[in-house]
């Protein structure tokens, strides 16, 4: 005699009253911080794309008033600016690649147990994220590698950096050690068993690495600063910062550059200091905004790995 079961139903959870409320305050605090935090840029956007002299009043705060797009025709007229982000443009492109290969190649080095002094020279490259020797022995060094006004500058300086080492080697220590076995067995050497073991496997935690790097290669301000005088080195961020120091000057100079244009315009699509600083600020901004959310779905999981072993 055969005996059948019959499949139990799960019961259905219905959510409680307090489910409810928790759901909808949550919902409604991160809808919140997202407003927040999106609003300075769509307030830039609307401002750079509004009548002149509506903005420079200060009346443009929810939606474009007299849509135009005159500012970045002028702007993109402005003395230095096509020349600044080519130097910025190779600065992020170079630097995170260096970058990204010198975090890659270092942390999976600082886990090879037979590297000669591997315990002393991760250590040594860790102890420079706490102390640095300072402003002018730095500028003394860079002065005399000849690196001040120079384009490498921008890139030499940043290729090692100990917190993306730090990632790299705890995201390789993760990695199974049978793929370097494997490849050994069949006579790869450490540079093979590199880049063609190790480093296609290392997507999540490079995309993760190379985010973090064009961010601050896109955003670096203070290296143009401190160890470049000559203009045509100048970047974008160090454009705008003097940009919004001169607006007013630049606004009078895009207007003599837009001729016959601003007179028949008129005062909707003449530069004001507020324009220059919207449209300039917008030009800076969007890039990286567009370029982050292609590494966007490996930076949780490669930042997970790289940060938790086990």
């Excluded at 420079?56 to 007229?77: C, H, K, M, S, T």
């Amino acid at each position: 005699m055969t005996t059948t079961t019959i499949p139990t139903r799960r019961p259905v959870h219905r959510p409680s009253i307090g489910d409810v409320v928790f759901t909808t305050v949550n919902s409604l605090v991160f809808l919140i911080l997202v407003i927040l935090c999106a609003y300075p840029f769509y307030y830039l956007i609307i401002n750079s794309v509004s009548a002149n002299d509506v903005s420079a009043l200060g009346d443009v705060r929810f939606w474009p008033i007299g849509v135009q797009f005159a500012n970045y025709e002028q702007v993109f007229q402005l003395p230095g600016l096509s020349q600044a982000a080519l130097v910025t443009i190779g600065r992020t492109v170079i630097g995170t690649a260096a970058t990204v290969l010198a975090s890659a190649f270092l942390g999976f080095m600082f886990t090879q147990r037979r590297m000669w002094g591997r315990l002393f020279w991760y250590r040594f490259v860790i102890v420079t994220m706490y102390f640095s020797a300072g402003l002018i022995p730095v500028f003394i060094i860079m002065k005399n590698l000849g690196l001040t006004n120079n384009f490498w500058v921008y890139v030499l300086p940043f290729v090692v950096q100990p917190f993306f080492i730090i990632l790299v080697k705890t995201y390789v220590e993760s990695m199974p050690e049978s793929l370097q076995e494997a490849a050994e067995l069949d006579g790869a050497n450490i540079v093979q068993i590199f880049f063609r073991v190790y480093l296609p496997n290392m997507t999540p935690i490079l995309a993760t690495v190379a985010i973090f790097a064009a961010v601050a290669q896109w955003n670096s301000f203070q290296d143009t600063l401190i160890y470049i005088t000559d203009q045509n080195l100048y970047t974008l961020q160090y454009q705008l910062y003097m940009y919004i120091n001169q607006a007013s000057s630049l606004a009078q100079a895009a207007q003599q550059a837009g001729g016959d244009l601003s007179a028949i315009a008129g005062a909707a699509t003449s530069q004001t200091p507020t324009s220059i600083r919207m449209t300039v600020s917008v030009l800076v901004v969007l890039p990286i905004i567009f370029i982050y959310p292609l590494f966007q779905r490996f930076f949780v999981k490669g930042i997970m790995l790289g940060a938790v072993k086990g």
